[in-house]
């Protein structure tokens, strides 16, 4: 996979299993309380006559202008060549003001080691030629890794929603950003 690459989660596939919060916590071995992937339950709705009950993953989404960078007094926050959203261990100091500014609430500190902590797309798992964790693990087969080009041909008569690496689907989820749709001139 070359250039820039996109965590395509499809809504409507996602049961609410938890597969990839425990793929992710097994992983990166973390510790309670840390969840880089979180798995949150909407609803009961009402849709289309029926009640239904929607489960969507939600984890750093490697913003196209990231509040963590710019926000990271030792500059410990980064973006990859692919796009992804790293933290650097080694000059992290763990103060939390990347915690406080993102948006997504998908960063925590761990207090153990006193750095922060947040999804890397499984940087070192995808340098062995592998998929990020919660994408093998999803039974609902609906967490996947495409390049960025390969991205207009799967949003074709779907809503999405998109603020940087990971574009979220759905036919279910009509309002699914509607007011994001545009992004980088990609229609519903």
Known sequence: ??????????????????ACEVAC?????????????RVIQVGPRNFGGKIHMAFIPVLCQ????????????????????????MVDANKCLGCGVCVAHCPYGAIDVDKVSGT?????????RRARGQVPS?????????????DEE??????????????????YLST???ELGKHFNTHKGRKA
Not at 25 to 37: F, R, S, T, V
Not at 62 to 85: S, V
Request: hydrophobic letters at 40%.
């Open 116 to 124: 922060a902590v947040k999804c890397d797309l499984c940087v070192e």
């Open 172 to 174: 279910e989820w009509i």
């Open 62 to 85: 490697h913003c196209y202008q990231p509040e963590c960078i710019e926000r990271c007094l030792e500059k410990a926050i980064f973006r990859t060549a692919d796009g992804a959203i």
């Open 25 to 37: 916590k097994q992983e990166h071995d973390l510790p309670a309380g840390l969840n880089p992937i």
């Open 134 to 146: 919660c994408v093998q693990h999803c039974i609902g087969n609906g967490i996947h890794v495409v």
């Open 150 to 167: 390969r991205v207009d041909s799967l949003c074709q008569g779907r809503s999405f929603w998109e603020t940087g690496a990971v574009l």
């Open 1 to 18: 996979m070359s250039g820039r690459l996109k965590l395509v989660i499809d809504i409507d596939r996602c049961w609410g299993c938890y």
